[in-house]
């Protein structure tokens, strides 16, 4: 199975909107309303961040929220501040039972 | 609170087997409301999902790593186990072990991680 394709970098300014793309196939992605987005700093373990595209675990800033559209699935978080700078994750269940994250996605807050 | 603890051997010479532990506490392995899960991390690369398991037997593994990983339960130490073969460097990793949810298949809790080095 093939990785889900995430731009490497994506860079924003405090108090700005920024959008990660996760594009996979009608197989993973496309196939399934089971997308989940990690945030992780360095050093740390990754933290779930949405699930089931659009959900929040309870905890988690309204500043993020999850969307899809066919096979791409996006993350936005607005009103950015410097403590969202770290790389982003995306994943999905797949059509044989299994898992499989995104290359992932670094954020620079300028 | 749940929480999840790596343990094991943080050095495997090539061609040996790697083999961690996961510890699980605040929670029980041995129910079916979820799966148990190993996530590795190279060094500066991304998340590669390893493997899962659900009850004792039940396992899912990526394609990539079938024909080298177990993983195995204990319920009686409430614990779940990695065992990955014939290892070369390119598994050198930060190796997660993390609870997976059925519905809408995401993970939501997660261990510290574990770096493995392979060398000789």
């Known amino acids: 199975q093939s990785a889900l394709t995430q731009p490497a970098s994506v860079s924003g300014s405090p108090g700005q909107s920024i959008t990660f793309s996760c594009t996979g196939t009608?197989?993973?992605?496309?196939?399934?309303?089971?997308v989940s987005w990690y945030q992780q700093h360095p050093g740390e373990a990754p933290k779930l961040i949405t699930y089931g595209v659009s959900k929040r675990p309870s905890g988690v800033s309204n500043r993020f929220s999850g969307s899809k559209s066919g096979n791409t699935a996006s993350l936005t978080i607005s009103g950015l501040q410097t403590e969202d700078e770290a790389h982003y994750y995306c994943s999905s269940y797949t059509s044989s039972a299994t898992l499989i994250f995104g290359g992932g996605t670094k954020l620079t807050v300028l | 609170q749940l929480q999840l603890q790596e343990s094991g051997s943080g050095l495997v010479k090539p061609l040996q087997t790697l083999s961690l532990s996961c510890a699980v506490s605040g929670g029980s392995v041995g129910k079916n409301d979820y799966s148990w899960n190993w996530i590795r991390q190279p060094p500066g690369k991304a998340l590669e999902w390893i493997g899962y398991?659900?009850?004792?037997?039940?396992?899912y593994y990526n394609p990539s790593l079938n024909s080298r990983v177990t993983i195995s339960l204990d319920k009686s130490k409430n614990l779940f186990s990695l065992n990955l073969t014939s290892v070369t460097a390119a598994d050198t990793a930060v190796y997660f072990c993390a609870r997976g949810s059925w519905l809408y298949s995401f993970f939501d809790s997660w261990g510290q991680g574990a770096l493995v080095t392979v060398s000789s």
């Open positions: 009608s197989s993973d992605v496309g196939g399934y309303d089971y």
């Open positions: 398991i659900y009850d004792v037997g039940n396992t």
